[in-house]
Every structure is written in structure tokens, then in C-alpha cells.
């Protein structure tokens, strides 16, 4: 149901004349052990925009993930989120993150797996499980415990939780990985039924990815 | 909180700074501390009269009591450094909270040995469960878990974040734990023997205590210093100062 | 309860770990299993004299509840670490203190309850005498969650690192030492007829202190834990 959290933050509902985007970085750098990992690096995203995030491995493409959702703080620059300073404590539950650990318990099915994060971060009106793991063509699946899904299944679970939370900037790590060409495709259209709906994502990949509708932005990461 | 605080702490922190400063006072602190735990030891081992009572098992205090105020005090140090370090996330900090531990478990553990030592011909036994002792041991185990902690880890100022927590966490507990070890005295002992009784003490032995106990701070300094020089070269191996530091040593060296 | 409520997060979070250890109830009875095997081991290692095993019933019982809480303990976060499931916790919108605090209290219903519960088997077992093992069980209800509290900080700690139950051990033994003290000392008194009540309150106040501490301690250290 809930925009609750949006609500008292009322940032995300005041509608200006140009909005400031959904989620912008501003001369974001990071360094590990004092090396630099990525960046200076500007970007950002509006309302409806989807990017994708390129660059070889060890590019920094899952660091810059894990920096944008907060959990590791950037050397240099800053992140912003709906025109103001993200930080874990006050804006989380805006972004939802999906990494290479998808966050799924193996001995809990994929109903039980949603309802747990429904009841962490809420849910968006007009959904439904149900609804959500047919969407993702898990029909039939939904209470078979996680750990006797394939591997493309268990993603398939975890991007029904994309679905059903109320958050309007995903970021995804290598969504593609592990699915079919039938699950590219629906990643694919995942994506545009978010952007439709006013969201924006950001989207890792080290292959070549295409849309079916229309290019995205491309963020390029230099190894 | 008051912004000249990270200000200072900031100049001071940055590590071709702190290196060059360590490397100054470093020999001086060492220097001094050998001179003074000298004058010290003979102060305490010929000037200073037997004890009437303990005759002259009770010189180990010498090196017993500064060893277990050191061992106190380089708590004291590395906890404010560890909060430091925490708060402002400042490098210089967490590498002395670091480096100060192995320093404080090293006294603690002479400060068990002297007390042990000394307990043989004063209680007849080389242990006993007193309240000072156990709360030493346990002080020792922190001490020890820090430095396993922080060697536990890939990425050192990872390891050092963590194990600078742990030392506050300790910070806490060692009191409580000083406060339960009396309380358990009590229930299971009648009076402990006590080390130094409320017999005051004769000057002439109060002052080679004293110079011992300025001679342990020093040497800690330099003790201290000494290891986050080395600490600095190893983690800040690729940086340009490192460079420039070897390369002018190889310079003058040929 | 509305979804992504604090409430309903922290109810879907015990109700989570809950099913979670239900569905593997067979590592419920481990703790148990390993607690009355060391319980039994202290007998045939010191004789089966009554009288000295009634003076160190209380003692051992809890040294084994303590060895059997740390041994479980060393699983609190890791799995959910290396599932992803604790990313998603840390970016939701919930204070990850309380969160922390639920896995804490799932984690005490399913090790140190069921110890609890056998507590007056092995102290029986041990020849304690029976007036004293109202206070003994008392005094395990205060002191098995000050352990999982303190224990799960330490957890939280160590949680980046390299696996090491040992640096586990060896960082929980100066935070239990009070709660062994006044827990074994509150026992020892009943079982002379001593008042009993000052080392429990005590550790009640230790409890109360810690319940509101730890889990902030905890998230703290977690942070620091997955900020690689």
C-alpha cells in the first residue's frame, strides 16, 4: 500500500515545473585501499529513464551499485535521490536493490520469500503475489520451496519482488545473468513497464543487451 | 562538535605528515626512555632500602606497577584513538589504535608474569583468583581479541574499523568486568592479600617508580611510532610519497 | 498492520526466521544435544561423588549453556549474508537496530529456549539440590539473551572476516565473564541459603542495558561488516 514512507518525505510527490531526476550522482568517486575504483562519474536518471551501466569485469560496475544503494560510502562526490543527499538512513526503501545474491531463503517458497519483503519495504498498490510470479512465469511454482527451483527460476522469484515493493529506482546487477532468452526478454519488459510507470532503473551488464523499445542510456565504466 | 577538532587531526593525519613526524620524535622518545628506565633500575635496585617485610622480592614492583598502569593507559589511548578514527574516519587514528595493541597486550602480559613472580615468595603461589589479576587476564583477552580480529580480515582498514569497535565495545566491558571479579571476590574469598597496602611509601623508593613509570610512557611513544611508520610504508606502498621516500634513500645511498 | 510498517517488518522478519528454523528443526536440537553430552562428560572425568557434583552443578550447567549459546551463535548472520537477505535488510526502510533485534530474539527462541528448558535435566543430572533450581532456571532466562545480545555483536564484528570461531571465543570470554559471575553466583547463594536476588538483579539491570544497546551496537558493526 504504501507510499507511507514517500509520503513523509514529501519530496517524491511534489510535482515542479522539471523535476529533479529520480537519481543522480554528482562527481562520484570511489577508492578502495586509496585506488581508484570508478569515477569522477556524472550521471542522471529521470522519471521513466533506464540506463544501462557498461564496463569489463572488475570495471566497478557492482561497486557503483553497492555505493548508490548506500551501503558503502563514495570517496568523493555524492549521490542524490529525488534532488536531495541519499543516505541510508533517511531515504532507504526509495531504491530496491538486486545483486548476484538475490536474497531469496532456499527453504522458504517464493510466496513466503515476497511476503517477507512485502512486510519489510510494503507493497505497491494494484499488486499481488500471485499476480507478480505469473508475471514472471512462475505459475504453479509459488509454494515449491526455493531450493528446488533452477537456478533461472530463482531469478525469475527474485525479480518478482521488483513487482510487487513500492520503490521508484531499481537498481539491478546483472539481471541478465542466468535467464534465457525468454527471461531477457522479460527483464526487458520489466523494465519498460517501470519506466511506463514513472520509475527509473539502472541496469549492469558486461554483454551487449538490446531493447526491444527504443535504445537506453549508456553509463560507461573504464576498467 | 567544534570544527578545529578534525582540522587539527586532519594535518596531523595525513600519513607522509605523521610519518615524518613519528620518524623525529621517535629516537628521542626511545633515547630517553632507555636513560630514564636505567637511572630508574638502579634507583629501584640499589638506592632504594629492602622492605621491611618483604625484603627484596618487593623490588619486582619496579617493573610490576608501571607495566600495569601501562597496560591501563594504552587501553585509555587506543580507546580515544579507535573513537577517533571511527567518528572522523580518519587513517592515522585507526593505524595507532592498531598499533597500539600488540604494545598494551605486551605490558599486560609482563605486568601477569611480574605479578606471578613476585606472588610465588609473597603468597606462596604463583596464581591466585585476586581481583587485580583476573581483571589483567581479561584485560590480556581483549587485548588479544582486538589484534585477532583486526588480522582476521582481507582489507585492513576494514579489519582495523572493526577491531577499533571492539575496543570500544572493551572500553565498556572492562569495568564491568573489574566490578564482577570484586563482587565474586567477596562472595567466595574472605580478603585478598593486597599488593600495596595504605603503608606509605618511603620517597626514596617513590622515585624510581615514578622515573620507570615516565620511562614506559616514553617507550610506548616510540614503541607506537615505530610500528605505524612501518604500518604506513606497507599500506601506503603505492602512493607518491612512498615513492619519492625510497627513491630519495636510494639516491643518497649510492 | 500495514505492509512495510515498522510492525509488520519486524513481525515478517520473526515469523521468517521462525519458519526458517522449523523447516531445519533438526539444528534446533543440536545446541541441546551438545549441552547434555558435555553435562554428562563431567561425572566420569571429576567421579560420581554426590556431594562434589552438587557444588559444581551450578557452575558447570552454566559453562555448558554458555559453550552450547556460542557454539549456535556463529550461524546468526552469516547465511543471511551470504544469501543476499541481508543487503535487503539494510536497505529497507526500517531502523536496522530493530531489525537486528527481531533476528536476535528468533535467534534466542530457537537455541537458548530449548536450553532453558533441559537446564533442570542437567542440573538434576549433576545432583543439584532442588531448592536451588528455581534460581538456576531464573537466572538462564536473564543470562542466555544477555549472551545472544553481547554474543551477537561480536558476531556482527567478525562477520567480514574470514570464518574463526576460535576469534569468536576468544572476543565473547571477557564480555561473559560478568554474566558467568553473577549467573553461577546467584546458584551458588541459593544453594548456601544465602539472599540470591542482588546477582540477579544485576544481570537483570545487565539485560536491560543490553537489550537497548546491542542491537544498536550490532547494526553499527554490521555496517562496517558489509562496507567491502
Redesign the interface.
Known sequence: MDNSRHDRNNRVMTSAPHPAPLLEARALRFLRQDEPVFGPLDFALRAGEVALVEGDNGSGKTTLMRVLTGMLRPGEGEVRLDGAAFSLDTMAGAVVFLGHHLGLKLDLSARENLRVSVGLYGQRQGTSANAALAEVGLAGFEDEPVRRLSAGQKKRAALARLLLLPARVWLLDEPYANLDREGIALVNRLLEGHAGRGGAALVTSHGAVSFAGGEPRRIRLHA | MANWVPLWLHRLGSPPVFYRFAGAVRPWALGLALVLAGVALYGGLFVAPADYQQGDAYRIIFVHVPSAWMSLFIYGAMAVAAFVGLVWRIKIAEVVAMESAPVGAAFTFITLVTGSLWGKPMWGTWWTWDARLTSEL??L??Y??VI??YH????????A??AS??VL??AV?VP??H???N??NT?HQGSTVRLLGPSHIEASMLWPLLTMMAATKLYYIASLFARVRADLIA??S??GWVRELLAHRDGSGA | MTPGSTSAACAALLRRDLTLAWRRRGDIAMPVLYALIVATLFPFALGPEPTLLARIAGGVVFVTVLLAVLLSLDNLFRADIEDGSMEQLMLAPQPLALLVGMKILAHWITSSLPLIVVAPLLAGMLKLPAPATPVLVFALVLATPLLSLLGAVLVALTAGSRRSGMLLALMLLPLCVPVVIFAAGAVAAAQEGLPWIAPIAWLGAGLAMAVVLAPLACAAALRIAMDT
Open positions: 581479561v584485560l583477552f581483549i588479544l581479541g585477532g580480529l582476521s580480515f582481507e582489507d585492513r582498514r576494514q579489519g574499523r572493526a569497535f571492539l565495545v572493551g566491558n564491568i568486568v566490578f564482577s571479579v563482587w565474586w562472595l599500506s601506503e603505492g602512493k
